[in-house]
């Protein structure tokens, strides 16, 4: 019997996340012959998403579009979603991994009496079924794990699993729900400020400058982002840097912070120490520049510059900007 396997995708920046799309194919790559995908998309002024997201060979998006759901709320989104799942009945539920999935996963896992696998990096099928993997121990080990009876919830960690191409000539049907946000919710967001100001999300990017204690002060970090603009890379930063005021805690990559899996991780005066390569030890090339040639970075860097950042990263813009 066909059973619908349901992505919840996500809005940010007027675009598409790049982790719905890798999540849609995790979702593709899961499901059987005959299975359906339905996409979902929570928030305000959906349309031009929902046309978007049913041209990547979905059976069906459902929206809950309403002027109440413009910024995240637990209460809301969790209420609309729960709408859209008891019409759907999934037999999974898949979100990427990011601050919003990280919050509604359990809660629909929980409604769904589901088991969960969060932060999947990748999955295969084998015999007895699917098996997910997920990093332990900030990333010094893997975990496959498989559930044994449905429904089943994942999450999935962004840049490692390809996103979903589009499938030319696909339309899938676009539903919208007639949610309507209750008139006495417990909290209410009224407006999001956002402190980083970088242009591209540190999560999804291909590439990180990030900059530690090295850089000294605020100032310091000017020619990372130089070096970030000229290669279309977020900037991001050690705890070292952000609790030494150097810039936004938004920027902090590792254990208490964001972890990224970029193509390219350039690591710019960061000693390495253990809680930094939890947030990013899985990029695919990690690239160090530090003045101390036994600082622990270069155990884990693929290439390491061994100077001054204040003279090697000006000099890399410069080269970058003639390429
Ligand atoms: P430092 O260790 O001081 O290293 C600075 C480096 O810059 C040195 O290697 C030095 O050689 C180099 N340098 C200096 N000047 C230059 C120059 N001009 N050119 C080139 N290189 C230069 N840290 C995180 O990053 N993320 C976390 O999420 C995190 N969570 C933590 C959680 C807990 C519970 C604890 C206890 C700690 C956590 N930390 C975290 C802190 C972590 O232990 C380190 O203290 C921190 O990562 C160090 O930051 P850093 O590498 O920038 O600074």
Known sequence: MSQTYMIVAEVRGGKLRQVSLETLHAAALA?????????????????????????????????????GLAHYNP??????????????????VF??????????????AALLGAGQISDVIALEKDSSGLVFTRPLYAGKAFEKKRF??????????PNNISAAAAVPGSQAEIVQ?????????RSVV??????????????????????GRGVK???GFKPLEQLAEVLNAAVGASRGACDAGYCDYALQIGQTGKVVTPEIYIACG??????????????????????????????????????????????????????
């Not at 044994?148 to 960690?157: E, M």
């Not at 949610?179 to 006495?184: F, G, K, L, S």
């Not at 009224?190 to 900059?211: F, M, P, Q, W, Y």
Request: charged share 20%; net charge negative.
């Open 31 to 67: 499901k059987g012959e005959g299975d359906r995908i339905t996409a979902v998309l929570i928030g305000h002024q959906l349309a031009e998403f929902a046309q978007e997201l049913s041209g990547y060979g979905v059976d069906q998006v459902v929206t809950a579009d309403h002027a």
């Open 75 to 92: 209460d809301t989104y969790f209420a609309a979603l729960s709408e859209m799942i008891d019409a759907v009945q999934p037999c999974a």
């Open 95 to 108: 979100f990427g991994h990011t601050s919003t999935g990280r919050d509604l996963a359990p809660q629909v």
């Open 148 to 157: 044994t009876q449905g429904p089943f919830v994942v999450t999935i960690r």
């Open 177 to 185: 729900t007639a949610y309507v946000p209750a008139a006495d919710l």
């Open 190 to 211: 009224k407006d999001v400020v956002h402190k980083a100001s970088g242009k591209v999300d540190l999560t999804e990017a291909k590439i990180v400058v990030s900059g």
């Open 217 to 219: 002060s605020q100032d």
């Open 270 to 323: 960061i000693s390495g120490a253990i809680q930094h390569l939890a947030g990013m030890s899985q990029s695919r090339i990690i690239i160090a520049i530090n003045k101390d040639p036994d600082a622990p970075i270069f155990q884990v860097a693929d290439y390491g510059i061994v100077g001054d950042l204040f003279e090697v990263v000006p000099l890399l813009t410069e080269e970058f900007k003639k390429a």
